[in-house]
Nanobody, 123 residues
Framework: QVQLVESGGGSVQPGGSLRLSCAASGSIISITTMGWFRQVPGKQRELVGT???????NYADSVKGRFTVSRDNAKNTVYLQMNSLKPEDTAVYYC?????????????????WGQGTQVTVSS
């Protein structure tokens, strides 16, 4: 099993910056994908940005040029640097990953979510 623990949420004024971190722990052979989603009450959870194979990263159009997802494979940690924050970025941010791990003696891909961290952008 794999567990994700997030940190770094909080409140910031419009135009400010925040950095979120998410550390994965457990029996991890390798990381397939790792990134961030967000959700506001009454809406579906949406992709913010995620790292995929080959070192590439996909971003939602709404955050391109403002947010950066980076990953430290040695620490099994993914980061979300958020700059030029807007009130519409207010949401609960969730870390998500797909990990190669061993379950019942067999290698398999295991998906995990973090507990979520609140980001509030308000003046």
């Amino acid at each position: 099993q794999v567990q994700l623990v997030e940190s770094g949420g909080g409140s910031v004024q419009p135009g400010g910056s925040l950095r979120l971190s998410c550390a994965a722990s457990g029996s991890i052979i390798s990381i397939t994908t790792m990134g961030w989603f967000r959700q506001v009450p009454g809406k579906q959870r949406e992709l913010v940005g995620t790292t995929i194979s080959g070192g590439r990263t996909n971003y939602a159009d709404s955050v391109k040029g403002r947010f950066t997802v980076s990953r430290d494979n040695a620490k099994n940690t993914v980061y979300l640097q958020m700059n030029s924050l807007k009130p519409e970025d207010t949401a609960v941010y969730y870390c998500h990953g797909v990990f190669r791990t061993v379950v019942a003696g067999r290698e398999t891909d295991f998906g995990a979510w973090g507990q979520g961290t609140q980001v509030t952008v308000s003046s």
